[in-house]
């Protein structure tokens, strides 16, 4: 009696990585939220994102590792064209569904268009069902936390003012294939000045 072989139903192996598009925040503003998730990690242990540097997510989305330098070439040629634009962080914010502590991000007409741009690349060049384009742009500070700590922190931290403009001249890049945990630089997209 013969046994049935079952035959794979792609001879190669497809490789997908991630790509992960943001604005990182200046200097100062990196080490401020560098030394918030310090003095939260100290006073209530480790948190999801307490290693992560401050960003806003611009998008997040996968693709094949045989696409990707065309599918960033073609994101950087129409992201590329919109214009150096002014970004305001303003007060500390809640996610209540994820336990979330973030400064909030006033969203200008010039994000939200880029954030229509990214939707309608979605549909054009990337075809994934796993895309991300923040319509609520926000800078973590921390995630997942405990109930009792994150009452705490929305207790002492939600009076607390906090304001910050600064000016988004490029995007930065980041990409992950499925076997690295951590992201790597890929390449940056300069916004006109």
């Not at 992960?20 to 503003?29: D, F, H, T």
């Not at 994102?49 to 094949?64: C, P, Y």
């Not at 914010?93 to 336990?99: L, P, T, Y």
């Not at 969203?107 to 309608?120: G, L, R, T, V």
């Amino acid at each position: 009696m013969s046994k049935s072989v079952q035959l794979p139903l792609f001879t190669e192996e497809i490789r997908v990585n991630e790509f992960l598009i943001l604005i990182e925040p200046p200097k100062n503003v990196n080490d401020y939220v560098s030394i918030l998730k310090k003095e939260l990690k100290d006073e209530f242990g480790s948190f999801k994102s307490d290693k992560s540097k401050a960003h806003i997510t611009v998008s997040n989305f996968l693709v094949t590792q045989k696409r990707m330098d065309d599918v960033l070439s073609k994101i950087q040629r129409r992201v590329s064209l919109f214009s150096t634009f002014e970004m305001r962080l303003q007060d500390f914010k809640i996610f209540e569904s994820g336990n979330t502590f973030y400064i909030g991000v006033e969203p200008s007409h010039s994000y939200n268009s880029m954030i229509n741009e990214f939707k309608a690349l979605k549909k054009e060049v990337v075809k994934t069902a796993k895309f991300y384009s923040s319509t609520t742009p926000h800078l973590t500070i921390a995630r997942k936390l405990d109930s009792d700590v994150f009452k705490q922190i929305r207790e002492r931290f939600l009076e607390k003012p906090f304001y910050y403009t600064f000016d988004v001249k490029r995007l930065i890049v980041l990409t992950r294939s499925s076997a690295k945990e951590s992201y790597e630089f890929y390449s940056y997209i300069n916004l006109q000045n």
